[in-house]
């Protein structure tokens, strides 16, 4: 069995993933949100969309992941399909991948969402198994649960390509044990993926008993881009304060390997990660 310190990370030499942080509107109520730490707020513009697509669909080998949004909602912007389209046509040979909570769907947003050809992956934020938890964690109706089931049955007929996730972040302050069994039962018998997320990732209200000393392998292979231009490395950090990364300069390439962001990685590699805050209590590694 390896010891945590023979576990280190190399700079791969461009981003696996690409996270747009395209807006910060929700209407969601997950206590668990890290939205809810910071009072950041704002909406990417289509100009810096353009940019960066226009930027990385120059990479070779092309990107391997897009992610058009980091905490929010996407499909509350209105333009939400004309973006799908943007990315699917810029980034041909790139994966999309979707979060969202199910909350817009309805069958012609379900048939518009399955006409993005490079839609590989949509993971539904759901939470819950029983009514009561759901209603509460979420904030929605059961309805919406409903609504998201038939959704699922019906992207399965129309694009059987995309794989589908249902996510519930477990912590047992909100959910049993038992539901958190159910949720994954049901979901597989769905065939659908059901992903488990542990609620003390990343500041989420949980000391650390243990200190974390292996390297976040995150930080080695995403970046996130801010819908002001900040550059963040850690998908767990709302407010983009975890570390000072600067600007997205228009290269993101550059970016990737510019000096304070391997500075952050190295911390990690040396096990130092308990010197920066945000890492400090985050279990993720």
């Not at 979060?99 to 992956?121: A, F, H, T």
């Not at 934020?125 to 964690?137: D, G, P, V």
Request: neutral net charge; charged residues 25%; proline residues 6%.
């Amino acid at each position: 069995m390896p010891s945590k310190y023979e576990i280190t990370y190399d700079t791969l030499p461009q981003p696996r993933q690409v996270r747009l942080d395209s807006t910060t509107v929700c209407n969601a109520k997950c206590p668990s949100c890290h939205k809810f730490q910071t009072k950041r707020k704002g909406e990417m513009s289509l100009d810096l969309i353009n940019e960066i697509l226009k930027d990385v669909s120059r990479w070779n080998p092309p990107l391997d992941e897009i992610v058009p949004v980091n905490y929010g909602e996407f499909m509350l912007r209105p333009d939400w399909l004309q973006i799908l389209k943007l990315i699917s046509n810029k980034l041909p040979n790139t994966q999309l991948v979707l979060p969202m909570n199910g909350s817009m769907l309805d069958e012609q947003n379900v048939k518009s969402l399955c006409s993005i050809l490079s839609l590989k992956i949509i993971n539904f934020s759901l939470n819950a198994f029983f009514q009561e938890t759901y209603e509460q964690f979420m904030g929605f109706q059961m309805a919406t649960m409903a609504n998201v089931d038939a959704a699922i049955s019906m992207i399965k007929v129309l694009r059987p390509d995309i794989m589908l996730w249902v996510s519930m972040v477990f912590d047992p302050q909100y959910q049993s044990d038992l539901e958190r069994d159910y949720f994954i039962e049901y979901w597989k018998q769905k065939g659908v993926i059901p992903w488990i997320l542990a609620a003390s990732s990343c500041n989420r209200g949980l000391e650390i008993k243990i200190p974390r000393l292996e390297p976040c392998r995150s930080l080695f292979s995403d970046i996130v881009v801010g819908f002001d231009r900040k550059l963040g490395l850690c998908c767990f950090d709302a407010a983009f304060d975890a570390f000072d990364l600067g600007e997205y300069s228009g290269n993101l390439k550059e970016d990737w390997h510019k000096e304070s962001v391997e500075a952050v990685r190295k911390i990690h590699n040396e096990y130092r990660r308990s010197e920066i805050p945000k890492c400090k209590n985050c279990s993720y590694a």
